[in-house]
Structures are given as structure tokens and as C-alpha cells.
């Protein structure tokens, strides 16, 4: 089975602060997502990557970053943590081998800015 | 917009055919249309997909209409664990992204 795993179910960090979220996909997916969840806006897409090094902005990429340095490995970085960025952050990935890619998600981060 | 569309909210009873139906009147033709489902506090799971054709697997069955227009998730057997917000993305094989709407929430009754 396909595994995405995210480093903390839970986090709570102030504002200012920076922001590491770190998932890890154990199949050799090529490509990889961000999504923030949010009541009633359903899922955002936040950063995806198709590769190493590479990344592409989302539908709501201000105020993150990612970084993708090895292919398991897709970092979401939140520069200045704010109020505002308090979600649920969901990790997922597919590969790029079929025409239909299903995207397998991690089971998510809940994010407060204090 | 993009997105797709769904209805807020929905009850079935257990045992009974859940049947979620999904807007997507602007899908392009290379687009497939996806169902996840998302029980609290896990993230979404993969349930079914399709082009053009009508399909079925262990899970569910999914009816695309002949305009592409619209679709409709079956869960023939519906059972209290089935209770879940269900979610239908569209997607293009060929970037991997997915564009999600805001969900039917799923209430299954005993």
C-alpha cells in the first residue's frame, strides 16, 4: 500500500514564527502536493512538485514555500507564521507512470498560529 | 469556475444505495472525474475514477452522463462507516492536479 506520511498530526506555533511541515511518500511518486482545508473553502492547493527540485505555485501559494530535495520529500515552508495560516495541511502524491494519476494523501497536519 | 459542484449535505439509510451526484459542467475533455471520500480527521481517501464510461470496482460505482456534464457516485450497500464528507475532483492525467469543490457530507442512518 501506498504510505504518505506527515511529521506531526498537531501543531501549535506563534506568530512570526517559521514553520516546517515535512511529508515523506514511500512509493517513488514523482509528483507531490500541498493542500491547505479549511471549513466550507474544501481543498486548496497550496505547492505541487513533478520532480526534484521542481515546484509549481498552487491556487494559494502567498505566504509559503516548499522544497523538494529528494524525490520521498516535499516540505511545506511557512516563512512568518500567521494567524490567518491556521488549517489543516494535507500532503499528498501520485505517479506520472499512468494517464489517470490518483493522488494518495497523507493523514494531515492541523496547523494553530497563536 | 472550475470547480465542481455538490449538494451541502445528504442522509441515506444503512443498507440502502447511496447516490452523491457531482456538477462539473466546464470539465474539458481530457479531464477525468475522481471520488474521494474523507472520514474526520484522516485525509481524503481514493474511491473510483472515469473518463467517459461508466465504472464500477469493489468500493463503488460511478455514472458519467453522456455530456460529461455530471456524474454520480453509487454506493450500493451503504453502512454506517460509509458516513464520510465525499468529495468530486476533476483532474488532467497529464498535469496530476486536482481541482476539489467543497464536499457532500455523507450522513448514513441506522
Known amino acids: 500500500d501506498v504510505k504518505v506520511t506527515q511529521s506531526s498530526r498537531y501543531l501549535v506555533k506563534r506568530t512570526g514564527e517559521k514553520v516546517f511541515l515535512e511529508c515523506v511518500q514511500d512509493?517513488?511518486?514523482?509528483?507531490m502536493f500541498w493542500y491547505r482545508q479549511d471549513p466550507g473553502l474544501g481543498l486548496r492547493l497550496i505547492y505541487f512538485s513533478y520532480d526534484v527540485k521542481m515546484k509549481e505555485k498552487g491556487d494559494i501559494p502567498e505566504g509559503y514555500s516548499v522544497s523538494r530535495e529528494k524525490k520521498e520529500r516535499f516540505s511545506l515552508i511557512l516563512e512568518s507564521a500567521s494567524t490567518n495560516q491556521t488549517s489543516m495541511y494535507l500532503c499528498?502524491?501520485?505517479?506520472?507512470?499512468?494517464?489517470?494519476?490518483?493522488?494518495?494523501f497523507g493523514p494531515g497536519t492541523r496547523l494553530t498560529v497563536l | 469556475d472550475a470547480k465542481t459542484t455538490q449538494p451541502p449535505s445528504m442522509d441515506c439509510a444503512e443498507g440502502r444505495a447511496a447516490n452523491l451526484p457531482c456538477n462539473h459542467s466546464?470539465?474539458?475533455?481530457?479531464?477525468?472525474v475522481y471520488w474521494y471520500r474523507q472520514i474526520h480527521s484522516q485525509g481524503p481517501q481514493y474511491i473510483i475514477h472515469?473518463?467517459?464510461n461508466n465504472e464500477t470496482n469493489e468500493m463503488a460505482s460511478l455514472i458519467i452522463t453522456e455530456d460529461r456534464k455530471s456524474s454520480t457516485l453509487i454506493l450500493p450497500h451503504a453502512t454506517l462507516r460509509d458516513t464520510a464528507v465525499y468529495y468530486c475532483p476533476r483532474g488532467s492525467g497529464n498535469t496530476g492536479k486536482l481541482i476539489f469543490g467543497q464536499g457532500t457530507t455523507l450522513q448514513v442512518k441506522p
Open positions: 466546464t470539465i474539458s475533455g481530457n479531464e477525468y
Open positions: 512509493m517513488d511518486h514523482e509528483n
Open positions: 472515469g473518463l467517459k
Open positions: 499528498a502524491s501520485s505517479s506520472r507512470t499512468s494517464w489517470a494519476d490518483t493522488q494518495y
